[in-house]
């Protein structure tokens, strides 16, 4: 039943993407898709998020529809926490997208 | 312009402490509390910003969160109207500071009379007392001084004023005046006198008013002598008419007449191939000191030249007059302008020109304004002197010459 479930939730987002590139929607719009913009290794701005779920000097984890974003690095800040737009300062290292679907 | 609103309306710094820290941000994004420059501490806590009207929904969020936060620091401007209404005399003493500050530059301290042209005939004091008189004084304020009054005042009562203009440059009104040019004594009367020669020169031409001229064109005269003599004797006498000759006494008139006279002017110029010339550079520095009876109480800035080579400009300004027992205090301003030495090379052509330049300017400034040039001779001056360019330039003009001077 489970698994049935998940098969019809991927199918659903299989037929959504097919939509968006037949109609020439905007995916990020469409599909609820953060939108990630990086200044260097010196700013990054997150749209579209889910909210935090881990916070520290080294390691950020932010929530986005249907996965996380995992940001590494040193003396991290967040400049900016609103809720649409979360702007991080600091040296960032890494960046780790996981989104299922 | 967002720091300038947060800056308006204040905001808070607080230091979040507990394990949900994430949450706690979550929760207040949700509740549409903007919260920025989130830091970790090195104690394991979280600072971060946050503007004042937030902080009341922030305890809810805290409880729910479970976690506690504490203010650590206050920006902004409601703060510091807090501040200003706790200690309100020092707010008075800064507003009074300004208000005095205001009064006092709109006082007059100081007052000068200038004048573009060395003043002649007018005591400036004498201007001073009757703009006094007016209400320009020292220790008045500026508004209550009538500047366009006080012109005219001083236009009436000054003959010998042909125009001034008063105004005031901060805390020093100038008065500057202009004045009559006057005609030289002597020159309006018919007293009798001789037209005599002022330079040395050949005649070319006289055209006698009055008088019985002496010299005749071509002859060369020199300074001094009597061109067109005012003892007019009597014309029969030398007709060699007999009779009358005794009747007729020499008659004194005011001789007047044009002489015109060929004259030359020399002019010597010279220019060094390379030219060493001090400059100002612009740069300047300036040092005050307060004198009081001979000793210095304040010195601000340098009291030597900060600079290798430089012109110094002393100016000493009397703040309080002296008294019997009281050494008058006098502030000394002291500018030092900075000088350069700087090499011009002129080269063997353009030290020429320069030279004959100089030695035209030279010459042509002993011409009288009605002096018409006829000739000019340039020579140059050859001599063993190496890298330096000599000029002799002379100048050939006819004017006239003639002089009036009255007979004693």
Redesign the interface.
Known sequence: MKGNKELLKKQRAKFKSAFVNILEIPPDIALNLPRITMLGNLQLNIENHK???????SRIRIMVTRGYLDIGGN?????????DEIVINGEINEIKITITG | MKKLLNFLLGYVTIIIKGDGVERFINFAIQRGIHIWDIQWKKDGSVQAQVQLSYIKPLRHVARKSRCRFKIVGRVGLPFQIKFIKRRKMLACGALMFIAVMYFLSSLVFFIDVTSQEPIKYINPQMVKRLAAEKGVVIGRPKWLMNFNETEKYLLNNIPQLTWVAITAKGTKVEIEIVEKVMPEPGEKDKSPGNVIAYKDGVITEILVMKGQPRVSPGDTVSKGEVLISGLVLPQNEVAGNEGDSFSEQPELVRADGIVRAKVWYKGYGECPIVEKEKKLTGKSTRSFSLLWGGEELINLGPEKTPYALSIEETQTKIIIPGRSKFPPVEIVIKNYREQKIYQKKWGEEGAWKQAVQNALMIAKRQLPSQAKIIKQDIKSIEENLTGIKRALVIIETEEDIGKFLPIE
């Open positions: 909210g935090i779920t881990e916070y520290s000097d003396s991290l800040v967040l400049r900016s926490v609103q809720l």
